[in-house]
């Protein structure tokens, strides 16, 4: 089992940014691909970022590239997402997820934190 916690959600202004974290606890850390997913009211769970183990290999929704950062920390099981120019689209819950694989779908991971309030005021 791996746990996940998410923090760093807030109230933002567009244009403005924020930086999530994602906690990891249980297994092995660095074996895992992680992901970001987000998903806004009465909307599906979108793909937003992922990374491999090693942090060698990135891929990201073309709606938040060369805005949005993903990295991680092996040695303090942690993963980020650095959000940058903000947009009112980007509002959601965002969440991190760990999987076997680097993967853009949501079947890919098997590890799912509880999600953290991104909410980005015009």
């Known amino acids: 089992q791996v746990q996940l916690v998410e923090s760093g959600g807030g109230l933002v202004q567009a244009g403005g940014s924020l930086r999530l974290s994602c906690a990891a606890s249980?297994?092995?850390?660095?074996?895992?691909?992680m992901g970001w997913f987000r998903q806004a009211p009465g909307k599906e769970r979108d793909f937003v970022a992922t990374?491999?183990?090693?942090?060698?290999?990135?891929e990201y929704a073309d709606s938040v590239k060369g805005r949005f950062t993903i990295s991680r920390d092996n040695a303090k099981n942690t993963v980020y997402l650095q959000m940058n120019s903000l947009k009112p689209d980007d509002t959601a819950v965002y969440y991190c997820?760990?999987?076997?694989?680097?993967?853009?779908?949501?079947?890919?991971?098997?590890?799912w934190g509880q999600g953290t309030q991104v909410t980005v005021s015009s």
């Open positions: 249980g297994r092995t850390f660095a074996a895992y691909a």
């Open positions: 990374i491999s183990w090693s942090g060698g290999r990135t």
């Open positions: 997820a760990a999987g076997p694989t680097i993967y853009t779908g949501v079947l890919g991971y098997d590890y």
